[in-house]
């Protein structure tokens, strides 16, 4: 069974069907990437992995249990699994990235603030960001305030990490750098779904890759390079900028992944 299964699911905005029908499965410890044109549904369909986004219709199982997503308490049951990096990265401006990071844990989740700041200095440093623990979200680069955003989600403990674009606002060499870290957590066992832009991250960081189109999962490839695996899939990348053959950041999973 897998770790993930979303079936069936369907959003409208008024009188237009955003997602029809849409679905995809995950294993644990998968990297799944949506692409699609813009307007297809990506944002929308990330969204509603975490109850953010009103469903009409839809089920989703996790770790075998059913969730139905149209269901008003099925928000509260994703959240206890996901957490969200958005692509405005959401951080609170007058707090310091320490606070930020801690926040939830303690507010939320009830932990002690003294071991919420521990793990977060942890994580932090396995960031690249070990001194900008006091700063202000202001004062950080657009690639930092990435990693902090990352580094907040991940203090939720989630076994599914829902990232909008993680690597829209980065430098190649911080771009590989993310994309290492992914693949670590993903080792890890944490289940982690994305929506990207960047065909070249796409090709070398996926387990699947979700092909949407006008609101409809038009293909899905599994496995090590399963970018270039379907026609559909391999013809829109590299028709957006990317080479479905190739591994350009070097991130790809080795063979026994
Ligand atoms: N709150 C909303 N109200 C009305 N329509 C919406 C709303 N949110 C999304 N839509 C519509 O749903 C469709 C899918 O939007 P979505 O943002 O999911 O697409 P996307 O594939 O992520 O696009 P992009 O690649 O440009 O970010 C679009 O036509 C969009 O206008």
């Known amino acids: 069974m897998p770790y993930i299964d979303v079936r069936?699911?369907?959003?409208?905005?008024g009188k237009n069907e955003t997602l029809r029908q849409a679905g995809f499965d995950?294993?644990?410890?998968?990297?799944?990437?949506?692409?699609?044109?813009?307007?297809?549904?990506?944002?929308?369909?990330?969204?509603t992995l975490i109850g953010l986004q009103p469903?009409?219709?839809?089920?989703?199982g996790v770790d075998g249990r059913i969730v139905d997503m149209a269901a008003?308490?099925?928000?509260?049951?994703?959240?206890e699994q996901a957490a969200i990096v958005f692509q405005q990265y959401g951080l609170f401006g007058h707090m310091s990235v320490l606070r930020n990071l801690t926040l939830a844990p303690t507010v939320v989740a009830k932990r002690s603030r003294r071991d919420a700041e521990h793990e977060a200095r942890a994580?932090?440093?396995?960031?690249?960001?070990?001194?900008?623990?006091?700063?202000?979200?202001?004062?950080?680069?657009?690639?930092?305030?990435?990693r902090v955003a990352i580094a907040r989600?991940?203090?939720?403990?989630?076994?599914?990490?829902?990232?909008?674009?993680?690597?829209?606002?980065?430098?190649p060499h911080k771009v590989r750098d993310v994309g290492v870290l992914l693949r670590d957590l993903a080792q890890d066992g944490m289940t982690i779904v994305?929506?990207?832009?960047?065909?070249?991250?796409?090709?070398?960081?996926?387990?699947?890759?979700v092909l949407?189109?006008?609101?409809?999962?038009?293909?899905?490839?599994?496995?090590?390079?399963?970018?270039?695996?379907?026609?559909?899939?391999?013809?829109?990348?590299n028709t957006h900028g990317g080479d479905a053959a190739a591994d350009p950041a070097g991130l790809r999973p080795d063979p026994d992944h």
């Open 8 to 13: 069936d699911v369907c959003v409208r905005h």
């Open 26 to 47: 995950a294993e644990r410890g998968e990297i799944v990437s949506f692409i699609g044109p813009s307007g297809s549904g990506k944002t929308t369909f990330l969204r």
């Open 55 to 60: 469903v009409w219709r839809g089920q989703m």
């Open 72 to 79: 008003p308490a099925s928000a509260r049951i994703l959240r």
């Open 123 to 146: 994580l932090l440093e396995r960031l690249g960001l070990a001194n900008k623990a006091d700063v202000l979200p202001a004062d950080l680069s657009g690639g930092q305030k990435q």
């Open 153 to 171: 989600a991940l203090m939720l403990r989630p076994t599914l990490l829902l990232l909008d674009e993680p690597t829209s606002a980065l430098d």
């Open 194 to 209: 994305q929506v990207s832009h960047a065909m070249n991250v796409v090709s070398s960081l996926s387990d699947r890759i």
């Open 212 to 237: 949407l189109e006008d609101g409809q999962v038009r293909a899905v490839g599994k496995g090590r390079g399963c970018a270039a695996q379907l026609p559909d899939i391999a013809a829109f990348m």
